[in-house]
């Protein structure tokens, strides 16, 4: 869709709301009353009078005080070239990563190693090959790589995660691996946290490959190339 024709969706869509003004209360309210089944986990004000923002389900949706009609989509300052929506997912779906077990993930330094992401990556997912293909041009960072092998789109995956966990060069391995297809050698089974790795990107809603979390908590889905991986990283600090 282009943008003007966005832009007539959207008015089209405000013009159907009241322009009652009300707050954030009583639209916690009507909603309530008419979709009861919603689980709501906040609700703010924007930047547009009588407009609110609704985060459910792990996704931003837009309203009025009556919460009976609502759109998708991003909210754009356009003369500031801002992505409000973006900006706004990022605090809502951000971490505390001093909470997390690093006793799980498999430590790799590169140079003074002063920046730091938290990698959750699956050995077969193709874009997490093509995320570390970017990070070889990623240095001064240290990776903290925890093993989340998805089985019901790579049945393979936990296999290759459990050899490269028990290899005696662990972070070698993987790359050899995702970046050049090297099976890891056959090494005796070992007690893996590839169970709980999982348990515990269930409980931060990792539900893809790659994603990795910033020394501040904010959280990037997706593989990025190195000049922007190397921008997040700095802003991060």
Not at 19 to 24: I, L, Q, V
Not at 34 to 42: A, G, K, L, T, W
Not at 150 to 175: D, G, I, M, R, S
Request: glycine share 4%; aromatic share 8%; with cysteine.
């Amino acid at each position: 869709m282009n943008f003007k024709a966005l832009t007539t969706v959207l008015s089209l869509s405000l013009l159907g709301m009241s322009t009652a003004y009300a707050d954030s209360k009583t639209v916690a309210q009507n909603l309530k009353q008419n979709f009861p089944e919603i689980q709501v986990q906040s609700i703010q004000t924007t930047q547009i009078p009588n407009i609110y923002e609704v985060y459910m389900d792990g996704q931003i949706v837009y309203t009025n005080d009556e919460a009976r009609y609502f759109f998708l989509g991003n909210l754009v300052d356009l003369k500031n070239k801002v992505n409000l929506t973006s900006e706004r997912e990022q605090e809502l779906t951000k971490i505390d990563v001093k909470t997390l077990p690093l006793q799980q993930a498999i430590k790799q330094v590169k140079g003074n190693g002063k920046r730091v992401m938290y990698l959750f990556s699956d050995p077969d997912c193709p874009y997490c090959h093509a995320l570390e293909k970017e990070l070889q041009n990623v240095d001064n960072v240290t990776i903290y790589l925890f093993l989340y092998p998805l089985t019901a789109l790579h049945p393979n995956a936990e296999k290759v995660a459990t050899q490269v966990w028990c290899a005696k060069a662990p972070y070698q391995t993987w790359e050899n691996y995702v970046l050049n297809g090297t099976q890891p050698k056959a090494t005796k089974t070992c007690n893996t946290p590839i169970a709980k790795n999982l348990e515990l990107g269930k409980k931060l809603a990792v539900d893809g490959t790659p994603t990795f979390f910033l020394k501040n908590g904010h959280r990037i889905s997706g593989a990025r190339s190195a000049s922007e991986i190397n921008q997040l990283l700095d802003a991060a600090e």
